[in-house]
């Protein structure tokens, strides 16, 4: 199966394409679509759109993972986040692609062995899961949408399909991340 993992961005959207044979994950490819800060929103949305549109058919992924924005200070820099979210997904559902959405957390969990784990930590393991040189360079949102991938397929092969579907959901399995 080949899963294209995305870490959404308004300014940067980082891409990782794994391909899963068996207990075996490998580098397809990976990068991140920089987006030019001056450009209007709705501009830099069909951008996102535009480049995972010819990534999905240049490597015609099976599967579109994306991590889902659960927080963040600034409501407009989250209401960012989300649209970029959904420009991604639109590209990969007009595909007729299948999307997953996993928490943050949940990604770290799956690659380290911990929620919390720092993104330093998650390049090193994704780098180590995908037999990587440790000197390879690797931005931070490509190894991270590289670690989205990499959850997925965890998930498929092991036959646990459960992803957070909402709020209600990050709400049940997340309580100590709730305040009143």
Request: net charge negative; aromatic share 4%; charged share 20%.
């Amino acid at each position: 199966m080949v899963v294209l993992g995305i870490d959404p961005g308004s300014r940067a959207t980082g891409y990782g394409i794994i391909d899963r044979g068996g207990a075996q994950e490998s580098l397809v490819a990976s990068g991140v679509v920089r987006l030019d800060g001056t450009d209007d929103h709705p501009d830099r949305l069909k951008q996102i759109y535009d480049a995972l549109t010819s990534l999905i058919r240049e490597h015609a992924p099976d599967a579109l993972a994306i991590e889902m924005p659960v927080y963040g200070k600034n409501p407009q820099s989250m209401l960012k986040l989300g649209r970029a979210q959904a420009a991604a997904m639109m590209a990969a559902l007009n595909a007729g692609m299948p999307v997953a959405q996993y928490t943050p957390k949940e990604v770290k969990k799956s690659v380290t062995g911990n929620g919390n784990a720092s993104k330093t930590q998650v390049g090193y393991m994704v780098r180590s899961i995908l037999s990587m040189s440790p000197d390879a360079s690797l931005a931070h949102d490509a190894a991270d949408a590289l670690a989205i991938a990499l959850c997925h397929g965890n998930r498929d092969a092991h036959g646990d399909d459960e992803t957070y579907t909402g709020w209600e959901s990050f709400i049940a399995n997340n309580p100590d991340r709730v305040s009143d």
